[in-house]
């Protein structure tokens, strides 16, 4: 677990930001999944973010003005630890996270009114539980209640997430040292599938060997469903079925990483069952390696976010040209989006404690520059579903390559690459 420390100084700068007002963030809630039993636990990224507590049945509560950080979780509990194991409880968690002052959860209704008393600013995020959402409502109201004896409530509710999303989109050391190590584990992962790959096997068994690796490695949960397609499945963007057999002759996509400290890795790579691509495979996947290049040759600070997702553009669209798949000229195309046929997702997204990480792409309607510790992905494909315009010995053919790279103050570190990308070396590693 990172220290203490960190956690505090992301606390103090929220509230530095925010200058006035009270913060109200919670955790996620448990989900049931059936009978007695439920989906494993998973905190809300925002709340842990700030605060490093894992524990469900939690709120945090800051006073911008007073610089004050306040906990409400779980009291301790030795005969639900019996059945759970250990819980900190409000006094542990207080000294072992940094907070200034730590209750129960049980005590919100009655704390929480005289917290909300006298501040002009409710900074909550409505909406996203709902449940909460009404506790909240009847707390301002209590508070409304007061007014006579010249206690105020919160006049306005402003949307927390606004601030925290833009500091979360710049990782700090911590969480770069975290997002590296996801990256290795992924790309460890990734290149045991292909070593393991053989056809006749399912798409299950492969799932399984990355899992593995996962597990192996301290990661005990993917960062998002592992999509494992072959043949044709590659052409579903989201296949997660995970069922089919795998057959000679077919490319094999595969979209897994590790969740490590709450932090995703994210990487795609697209190889042969059989461990050999077909000409017609080898020539759609250098067009996708093309593009994955020039979109990581663009990416450095002050640079639009547009600008490394039209390079990778550029060159999917002259690809198709010369394939025969599309006719006229690369602008032409662009402009009348012919291309969406084949490639109809952007070149990446951010990446951090979830996995389409937090922040806007757009400030003011332009595309925003990439700046340092930014971290995101590069994930061009071209998906060739058989249709009218598509030969058949394209027709089903499904590349994407994607990996995860940090904006440097120079210009970037592709944090998956101990997982090979081009043709050659992929066929090497499936031989050895």
Known sequence: MPAASCYSDRRQRLMHTLGSGIVLIPTAPERPRNGDSHYPYRFDSTFYYLTGFEEPEALLVLLPAQGVSILFCRDKNPEREIWEGFHYGPEAARTTFGFDQAYAITSLDQRLPDLLADHATLHYTLGKQPALDSRVLGWLDVVRSRARIGVTAPSSISDVSLVTAEMRLIKDATEIDLMRRAGQISAQAHCRAMQATRPGQYEYQIEADILHTFGQHGARSPAYETIVAGGSNACVLHYVGNRAVLKAGDLLLIDAGCELGGYAGDITRTF????????????????????????????????????????????????????????????????????????????????????????????????????????????????????????????????????????????????????PNAADEIEALMRG
């Open 272 to 419: 042969p069952v059989n461990g050999t691509f077909s000409g017609e495979q080898r020539a759609v996947y250098d067009i996708v390696l093309a593009a994955h290049h020039a979109a990581i040759a663009a990416l450095k600070p002050d640079v639009a976010w547009s600008v490394p997702a039209d390079a990778a553009l550029h060159c999917l669209v002259q690809g198709l040209i010369d394939l025969g798949l599309l006719k006229g000229s690369v602008d032409g195309n662009i402009e009348s989006e012919a291309y969406r046929q084949f490639y109809m997702h952007r070149i990446g997204h951010w990446l951090g404690l979830d996995v389409h990480d937090v922040g806007a792409y757009k400030q003011a309607g332009a595309w925003r520059p990439f700046a340092a510790g930014m971290v995101t992905t590069v994930e061009p494909g071209l998906y060739l579903r058989p249709a009218d315009n598509v030969p058949a010995r394209f027709a089903g053919i499904g590349v994407r390559i994607e990996d995860d790279v940090l904006l440097t103050a120079t210009g970037c570190e592709v944090l998956t690459a101990d997982v």
